[in-house]
Antibody, heavy 126, light 110 residues
Framework: QVQLQESGPGLVKPSETLSLTCSVS????????WTWIRQPPGKGLEWIGY???????NYNPSLKSRVTISSDTSKNQFSLKLRSVTAADTAVYYC????????????????????WGEGTTVTVSS | QSVLTQPPSVSAAPGQKVTISCSGS????????VSWYQQLPGTAPKLLIY???NRPSEVPDRISGSKSGTSATLDITGLQTGDEADYYC???????????FGGGTKLTVL
């Protein structure tokens, strides 16, 4: 079955760029919506954004100016870059496989994540 | 402040039923499908419900979801101590063009 694994530095200095990679095994990233979510210590989940099977991206409006999500199909990986980080960006970062689409009959959209990585803790501190 | 509103905590005795609510608006819950996630302590979230009421094959049928208007609910019957976890609702917000989550509900099995 599909498995996801996050990797990257656990410590990032303020004002620098946080860079994480999600490696996908057991399936291709050529389909689905590959998503990043984060969870600050003791708080709830925050959606960061996704990259879809066409390479199109969609980001949380509150993070849009600082975020880039990209993919490398040759390595079956997708990545997150978050620029100009502050202590508020300290969190557990999860990658996940997402399903998204439109129910044209009911004029509704669906979007959910069915497989998650175990998460990686990133601390922003000097 | 989360776009979707959940109660911070709920509790019930083993064997009983608990309901977790998730309130939103016309730009999210009312016109899009809702999913629910369980996060056991120290672990990643796990999908419990998608498309309002569908369960992945590994999720037991004592867990169910429903939606009415701008609210959704997650019901868990026959509570077990292993159900103690944080539960999150999620959906797509059409106005924001973004995924959104509730603030999470901590379930305690007394």
């Amino acid at each position: 079955q599909v498995q996801l694994q996050e990797s990257g530095p656990g410590l990032v200095k303020p004002s620098e760029t946080l860079s994480l990679t999600c490696s996908v095994s057991g399936g291709s990233i050529s389909t689905y919506y590959w998503t990043w979510i984060r969870q600050p210590p003791g708080k709830g989940l925050e959606w960061i954004g996704y990259i879809d099977d066409n390479g199109s991206t969609n980001y949380n409006p509150s993070l849009k100016s600082r975020v880039t999500i990209s993919s490398d199909t040759s390595k079956n990986q997708f990545s997150l870059k978050l620029r100009s980080v502050t202590a508020a960006d300290t969190a557990v970062y999860y990658c996940a496989r997402g399903y998204s689409g439109n129910d044209v009959i009911r004029h509704s959209s669906y979007y959910f994540m069915d497989v998650w990585g175990e998460g990686t803790t990133v601390t922003v501190s000097s | 402040q989360s776009v979707l509103t959940q109660p911070p905590s709920v509790s019930a005795a083993p064997g009983q039923k608990v309901t977790i609510s998730c309130s939103g608006s016309s730009s999210n819950i009312e016109n899009n499908y809702v999913s629910w996630y369980q996060q056991l302590p120290g672990t990643a979230p796990k999908l419990l419900i998608y498309d309002n009421h569908n369960r992945p094959s590994e999720v037991p049928d004592r867990i169910s979801g429903s939606k009415s208007g701008t609210s959704a609910t997650l019901d868990i019957t026959g509570l077990q101590t292993g159900d103690e976890a944080d539960y999150y609702c999620g959906t797509w917000d059409t106005s924001l063009s973004a995924g959104v989550f509730g603030g999470g509900t901590k379930l305690t099995v007394l």
